[in-house]
């Protein structure tokens, strides 16, 4: 059986003051829409996509031409966001199995903290996508590569899924975010600027940067003594089988930023 030495504890005790929990956020969500009318000028419920229900809908009226078409999101503050979660409208075929109905066809996932600038989120680019449900949930979780800052999020769509009659539609039943929230507040604004894994790790360690931008690494132990340090291109991965078992910190820096994280080695 394995024991847990003094000094195991003592890290694990650091690791739990500084853990970053997630948690789902639930202020109030004001939604907006490039388009919230068709071209009927009927007004459709945007508000229903945070209304915690998946059984009502908001729409958006959409182009076969694929003339782009957004649904925004007003967070209320800028929130450090991990995931975002968007459910699909439902309707039961013949078959009475659920059939996700006009869910954005291509579309991009995008932030801004001032409602004008646009910033695409990493990774977070989709054409011809399709939705993956399972018996118990329609969730459609998309997981930040690192997580952002941002007050607003939009779904900037650019192709559309067709109705049972042929009309192009831009529809949401739900949304919510997944929000960070460190126990640091020195952290807040600079944490996220890369990752690194497996954590804990055994043998090698992973460092990636969120812009693969050239950056420089600095690797602390527990005392604040450099391990290693060195530069590299926003990708390295790391030999740590002889590092001795306990927290260390890693500090990336680039031209604009200076971020850090801990690790743990086995």
């Not at 504890?9 to 919230?36: D, E």
């Not at 291509?106 to 989709?126: A, E, H, K, M, R």
Request: proline fraction near 5%; charged fraction near 15%.
């Amino acid at each position: 059986m394995k024991t847990i030495s003094k000094k195991t504890s003592i890290c694990m005790f650091i690791l739990a003051i500084l853990f970053v929990s997630v948690q789902r956020t639930n202020a109030v969500v004001i939604v907006t829409a490039s388009a919230p009318v068709d071209e009927l000028g009927q007004t459709w419920a945007l508000a229903n996509i945070v209304d915690n229900s998946i059984y009502s809908v908001g729409l958006v009226f959409g182009h076969l031409d694929n003339t782009p078409e957004w649904i925004k999101f007003d967070l209320g503050a800028s929130t450090t966001i991990a995931e975002i979660k968007l459910n699909p409208w439902l309707d039961k075929g013949i078959d009475q199995n659920p059939n996700p109905l006009c869910f954005p066809k291509d579309f991009v996932l995008q932030y801004s903290n001032d409602n004008n600038n646009w910033t695409d989120i990493p990774g977070q680019t989709y054409t011809n996508y399709t939705c993956v449900l399972t018996p118990t949930s329609s969730d459609q979780i998309f997981r930040l590569l690192s997580p952002i800052n941002a007050r607003y999020i939009r779904v900037y769509t650019t192709a559309y899924n067709l109705d049972s009659g042929g009309n192009p539609w831009l529809s949401l039943a739900e949304f919510n975010t997944t929000a960070v929230i460190t126990s640091l507040e020195s952290m807040k604004s600079n944490n996220f600027g890369f990752i690194c894994y497996p954590n804990p790790v055994s043998n090698s360690l992973t460092i990636k940067t969120l812009f693969g931008i050239e950056s420089e690494m600095t690797i602390r132990d527990i005392k604040g003594s450099i391990v290693k340090q060195n530069k590299f291109n926003g990708n390295q991965t790391l030999d740590v089988s002889n590092y001795i078992s306990g927290v260390y910190f890693i500090e990336v820096k680039d031209q604009s930023s200076n971020s850090k994280k801990l690790f743990i080695k086995e």
